[in-house]
């Protein structure tokens, strides 16, 4: 996961003191923190593991990654996994691979508390 987020241009650099990530934006050269505020730990029944940061802009976030079938089912319609995707997915499958969807959503503060 670190290093296909790498590959899109994130890098993980550290944690500060105040539990914050710090993340390298490499195609800017700008360096970010997210406020780590909750992880929801992978579990069998889940499929999935969740974390609520606060992004530099203030909002807040939910991230999850989890398998695919998981992630797919909680799309609302429209955001369903791209056609060439699913293509993907079920080649990586075949040769029994395991893959994983990352999904985000932000969420108003008042969903939060």
């Known amino acids: 996961m670190v290093n296909g987020m790498r590959h899109f241009g994130f890098a993980f650099r550290d944690r500060d003191q105040d539990d914050?990530?710090?993340i390298d934006?490499?195609?800017?050269?700008?360096?970010?923190?997210?406020?780590l505020m909750n992880v929801f730990e992978f579990n069998s029944d889940r499929k999935r593991m969740s974390?609520?940061?606060?992004?530099?802009?203030?909002?807040?976030?939910?991230?999850?990654?989890?398998a695919d079938s998981i992630i797919n089912a909680r799309l609302i319609p429209g955001q369903e996994t791209a056609i060439q995707?699913?293509?993907h997915l079920e080649k990586f499958a075949e040769v029994g691979l395991r893959t994983l969807l990352i999904s985000y959503k932000y969420i108003d503060e008042e969903i939060y508390k």
Do not use: E, S
């Not at 934006?25 to 406020?35: F, I, P, S």
């Not at 909002?59 to 999850?64: D, G, K, P, S, T």
């Open 20 to 22: 914050n990530m710090i």
């Open 25 to 35: 934006l490499l195609r800017t050269g700008q360096v970010v923190k997210y406020k």
């Open 51 to 66: 974390v609520i940061v606060r992004t530099p802009d203030d909002r807040i976030m939910l991230v999850c990654k989890g």
């Open 85 to 87: 995707t699913n293509k």
